[in-house]
């Protein structure tokens, strides 16, 4: 059964750090690109960050540069996105997504989707 689950999400003070994890199974991950998504309320789904098969490339939204870190471990077919100094606008609900080779920005064209984990940011 292929599964691409996500976790980590939660509820986080201004300036706290989360590290979200999207976790495959029945389908290995290392020939794909994972990106992660976010889904504001009454907004769109975007991406903010990627990272390309055997971490050659990665992208970064620009109001998430510094402040988080996309890694993977393909040993245990996991990926992961550090988010330090998080602010009340990065809440959303997150996604984990993989495509074949290189990242894709629009939503459609993914082979797998995560059900997404709820990050809150508020004091």
């Known amino acids: 059964q292929v599964q691409f689950v996500e976790s980590g999400g939660g509820l986080v003070q201004p300036g706290g750090s989360l590290r979200l994890s999207c976790a495959a199974s029945g389908f290995t991950l290392d020939s794909y690109a994972v990106g992660w998504f976010r889904q504001a309320p009454g907004k769109g789904r975007e991406m903010v960050s990627c990272m390309r098969p055997s971490k050659s490339n990665t992208y970064y939204e620009d109001s998430v540069k510094g402040r988080f870190t996309i890694s993977r471990d393909d040993a245990k077919n996991t990926v992961y996105l550090q988010m330090n100094s998080l602010k009340p606008e990065d809440t959303a609900v997150y996604y984990c997504?993989?495509?074949?080779?290189?990242?894709?920005?629009?939503?459609?064209?993914?082979?797998?989707w995560g059900q997404g984990t709820q990050v809150t940011v508020s004091s």
């Open positions: 997504a993989a495509h074949p080779g290189y990242c894709l920005g629009s939503v459609g064209g993914h082979d797998y």
